[in-house]
């Protein structure tokens, strides 16, 4: 009786304090940061363009995190162009920022008919960025110490603003 009394105590002293880093550790996960870092126009025709879209993650957890997919709407200019699905499993080291490249696939004239096309289709050929608003909102699945958890994704940026980043960066490396 008093051995088992011993190993509760044991238990206790051991499953506490792990289940209280495992709550900081998800808590965590919910404010991982999601930051557009750049942008490349691969393609674009009068009828498509394809865009990657770089982003940094960054996971403030000191554990690592096992992303094992995401589901995100592109959102161009208001209009929903494109949903991004990946089954795509990264693992995101805790404490520091990783990269994640979402190719995104927009057939203009479905998505903006015959004369908004023709006018978003002009702001990419003449490289007028502030009038391209791109929205990303969804989630990403995964799980942190098999624990599994979804966090959200919701930013908003002009091309203009990625742009000025993507320079700034060049500079901070020169």
């Known amino acids: 009786m008093r051995g088992l009394k011993i190993f509760g105590i044991i ?13 900081i550790g998800v808590r965590l996960l919910s404010k991982i940061n999601f930051k557009v870092k750049s942008f490349k126009v691969k ?17 403030p957890s000191k554990l690592d995190v096992k992303i094992d997919g995401y589901n995100i709407n592109v959102f161009l200019n208001g209009i929903k162009v494109a949903n991004l ?7 995101l080291k805790g404490e520091e920022t990783s ?14 008919g015959q004369i908004l096309s023709k006018e978003i289709i002009g702001y990419f050929l003449t490289r007028n960025y502030e009038k391209i608003v791109i929205r990303l909102s969804g989630n990403f699945k995964g799980e942190i110490l098999k624990i599994p958890i979804s966090t959200k994704i919701d930013i908003t940026y002009t091309l203009a603003e990625i742009e000025k980043l993507m320079e700034e960066s060049k500079k901070q490396i020169t």
Not at 11 to 23: H, R, T
Not at 45 to 56: F, G, K, R, S, T
Request: zero cysteines; glycine letters at 4%.
């Open 99 to 112: 990269l994640l490249t979402l190719p995104i696939a927009i057939d203009f004239k479905k998505s903006f």
């Open 11 to 23: 238990a206790a002293l051991v499953l506490i304090p792990g289940a209280i880093f495992v709550g």
């Open 85 to 91: 699905i990946s089954i795509y499993k990264k693992t």
């Open 43 to 59: 393609s674009l025709d009068a009828q498509y363009i394809n865009i990657d879209l770089v982003l940094d993650v960054i996971n």
